[in-house]
C-alpha cells in the first residue's frame, strides 16, 4: 500500500508560482508512474500532469508551458512546479501513483489526501 502526502498548496495572487511536492511512503517509489489531478469547486477531478519511470512526461493542454512535473526517485518525491498561476488553477491538487500512467485516473490506484492552491486575482 502505497502513501502519499501533498503538500506546498497556499494562496497566490495571479502571475505567482507555487511549488507542489508529494512523498510516497514506499520504498520501490521509482517503480511507479506518477501524476497530478485537480478539482475545483463544482468541476469533475481533471488530469494535470504525469511522469513515468523513465521521466517522460505529459501535460495538460490547459498547462503546457507554465507547469512542470519531475520526480527524485533518491526522495520518494515528485514535485508540480506551477508558475503563471491563473484564478481558474484554483482547486485541490491531488497526487496519484500507478503502474500505468496517463490522463486516465484509472491508470493510478494511489491517492493522496489533496492540498487546496488558491489563485487570486
Known amino acids: 500500500q502505497v502513501q502519499l502526502v501533498e503538500s506546498g498548496g497556499g494562496l497566490v495572487q495571479t502571475g505567482g508560482s507555487l511549488r507542489l511536492s508529494c512523498a510516497a511512503s514506499?520504498?520501490?517509489?521509482?517503480?511507479?508512474?506518477m501524476g497530478w489531478f485537480r478539482q475545483a469547486p463544482g468541476k469533475e477531478r481533471e488530469f494535470v500532469a504525469t511522469?513515468?519511470?523513465?521521466?517522460?512526461?505529459y501535460y495538460a493542454d490547459s498547462v503546457m508551458g507554465r507547469f512542470t512535473i519531475s520526480r527524485d526517485n533518491a526522495k520518494n518525491t515528485v514535485y508540480l512546479q506551477m508558475n503563471s498561476l491563473k484564478p481558474e488553477d484554483t482547486a485541490v491538487y491531488y497526487c496519484?501513483?500507478?503502474?500505468?500512467?496517463?490522463?486516465?485516473?484509472?491508470?493510478?490506484?494511489?491517492w493522496g489526501q489533496g492540498t487546496q492552491v488558491t489563485v487570486s486575482s
Open positions: 496519484a501513483a500507478g503502474s500505468g500512467w496517463g490522463q486516465n485516473e484509472r491508470a493510478y490506484a494511489y
Open positions: 514506499e520504498r520501490t517509489f521509482s517503480n511507479y508512474a
Open positions: 511522469i513515468r519511470r523513465n521521466r517522460n512526461t
